[in-house]
T-cell receptor
């Protein structure tokens, strides 16, 4: 399968715990995005990477959230001291951007986080 | 007011019907317009990608963009039960380098056999 993959698919944790999610983009894609989607809403942009550089972060991304893409390939999203309001689907997407313009984003299946 | 407004539905139609899904937006800088389909517990899948105003057709799907009215539509002809999903409109502002996509809340569609 050459699509975007995410791990784990589901995560249940207790409030206050730290969690980390992984995203593996399509191999030749240079841009990687993280979104959050809550029930009945569309995905909300969190952050994106151009290769290994994190170029933009939404104000939705509080200090408890951190994302990395250390070698410009896979990415991790960590949430520290989780809160019940963090319960959501976390979606990763990747795209191939050439000369500043962006092509379509391909989404992974998401990681569903439940904070008890 | 949200940048992108989309009626959440649900919308229920009989098999074979023509479905019309719509979004309005407020940011006149949006230039790229997309429609995604999302099945339950899956990530969004791109259906249509259009630039600026006009129509684009792909099989049973037609996307329309009216920038003067800040209004976009997706039409599905000969709807099938397999079309039952949530349809998300999405838009991008070229001035941001095309990276930031704003989504509507999604319309849930049910096609009854």
């Amino acid at each position: 399968d050459t699509g975007v993959s995410q791990d784990p698919r589901h995560k249940i944790t207790k409030r206050g715990q730290n969690v980390t999610f992984r995203c593996d983009p399509i191999s030749e894609h240079n841009r990687l995005y993280w979104y959050r989607q809550t029930l009945g809403q569309g995905p909300e942009f969190l952050t994106y990477f151009q290769n290994e550089a994190q170029l933009e972060k939404s104000r939705l991304l509080s200090d408890r959230f951190s994302a990395e893409r250390p070698k410009g390939s896979f990415s991790t999203l960590e949430i520290q001291r989780t809160e019940q309001g963090d319960s959501a689907m976390y979606l990763c997407a990747s795209s191939l951007a050439l000369r500043g313009s962006d092509n379509e984003q391909f989404f992974g299946p998401g990681t569903r986080l439940t904070v008890l | 007011q949200k940048e992108v407004e989309q009626d959440p539905g649900p919308l229920s139609v009989p098999e074979g019907a023509i479905v019309s899904l719509n979004c309005t937006y407020s940011n006149s800088a949006f230039q790229y317009f997309m429609w995604y389909r999302q099945y339950s517990r899956k990530g969004p899948e791109l259906l249509m990608y259009t630039y600026s105003s006009g129509n684009k057709e792909d099989g049973r799907f037609t996307a329309q963009v009216d920038k003067s009215s800040k209004y976009i539509s997706l039409f599905i002809r000969d709807s099938q039960p397999s079309d039952s999903a949530t349809y998300l409109c999405a838009m991008k502002d070229r001035n941001t380098g095309g990276f930031k996509t704003i989504f509507g809340a999604g319309t849930r569609l049910f096609v009854k056999a």
